[in-house]
């Protein structure tokens, strides 16, 4: 048997799209799974069908955004699979529109689900995960818009840009440990992305659902990447101890130009305020407070 088969994982907004994929990958390679997500009605039918296909599911309703909910979720998961070792933080939301167009609840909201609610997960399973030892797995869903960010999608792009952030630091704090890190940062994927922000940004801001942007997006999504190919590629990616993820590297010359221009600013620098201590302690390992 090989990893991560009799592993539980915990998957959060796995009741459709990427999660979605993400399970049923995990389950396809022998892994328990709690399916956590916000929408119970979806989380019922996708855990009847994990089921049937043979795979050991369980089941949590949780808003990832909400912090006080996360350590009854993962008691419920770990009582029901036993500890979890691998963790999917994979619910997002997207949204919003340019900068002066956002309102700040709209900005809030996105923040809350795509960059705490992935703080959030690793807060409450990373403790568990080290007191117990052995192989275990963070993976973090981003975005390509992360690498390339977007205009008129502020709160979104920027969310993911945290998402990545987050990922480097904490795949840096746990170098050399049994626990791997991975970022998946995806181009465009056939879900329902659309139709979920749409339906919350409504709620949300008590407007109408614009029908004719939700259906825009969808043709572009429906011409996607398979969810389920993606879920596939998490897994492989998991198990050779990938950090970054890609879907598809069409991205590639837009990400080259990028950094590009960051070496362009640092080959203008021109040192006045002289040797940084934080620079020699990151670059060649000295102590700066030896000196
Ligand atoms: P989706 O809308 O099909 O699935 C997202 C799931 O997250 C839904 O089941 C939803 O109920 C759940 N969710 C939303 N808010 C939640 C909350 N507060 N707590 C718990 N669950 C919540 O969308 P998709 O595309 O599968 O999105 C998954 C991830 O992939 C997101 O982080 C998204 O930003 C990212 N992504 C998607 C891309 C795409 O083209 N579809 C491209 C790049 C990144």
């Known amino acids: 048997m090989s990893w991560p088969a009799g592993e539980a994982a915990f998957v959060t907004g796995a009741a459709s799209g990427i999660g979605l994929g993400i399970a049923r990958a995990l389950v396809a390679a022998g892994a ?14 996708v ?15 949780l808003d990832v955004s909400d912090a006080d909910q996360w350590a009854a ?30 309102p700040l609840e709209l900005w809030r909201w996105i923040y809350r689900i795509n960059t705490e609610g992935q703080f959030s997960g690793v807060s409450t399973f990373l403790p568990r995960i080290k007191s117990r030892g052995g192989r275990a797995h963070i993976m973090n869903t981003a975005s ?3 690498l390339l960010p977007t205009a008129g999608l502020s709160a979104y792009s920027s969310s993911k840009i945290a998402s990545v952030g987050f990922s480097m630091v904490l795949r840096d704090e746990l170098q050399g440990s049994d ?24 709620k949300l801001l008590g407007r109408q659902p614009d029908a004719a942007l939700t259906q825009q997006m969808g043709t572009v999504l429906a011409q996607g990447a398979d969810p389920d190919m993606v879920g596939q590629q998490v897994v492989e990616a998991m198990q050779g101890r990938k950090f970054y993820i890609f879907t598809h590297s069409d991205f590639e010359p837009l990400v080259r130009d990028l950094y590009r221009e960051v070496e362009q600013a640092f ?9 940084d201590p934080s620079a020699r302690m990151l670059v060649s390992g000295e102590d700066p407070l030896a000196s």
Not at 47 to 61: I, K, N, P, S
């Open 144 to 146: 390509m818009t992360a």
């Open 47 to 61: 855990a009847r069908e994990l089921t049937e296909a043979g795979g050991t599911v369980t089941t949590v309703e």
């Open 267 to 275: 080959a203008e620098t021109d040192d006045r305020h002289g040797p």
């Open 32 to 45: 328990k799974v709690a399916l956590a997500d916000i929408d119970g009605a979806r989380l019922t039918e």
């Open 73 to 102: 979720a993962a008691d419920r998961a770990e009582e029901a699979l036993g500890p979890i070792s691998i963790l999917c933080n994979n619910a997002g939301v997207s949204g919003g529109g340019p900068v002066d167009q956002t």
């Open 179 to 202: 626990v791997g890190v991975s970022v998946l940062c995806p181009g465009t994927v056939a879900t329902r992305i659309n139709v979920s922000a749409e339906d919350a940004q409504a």
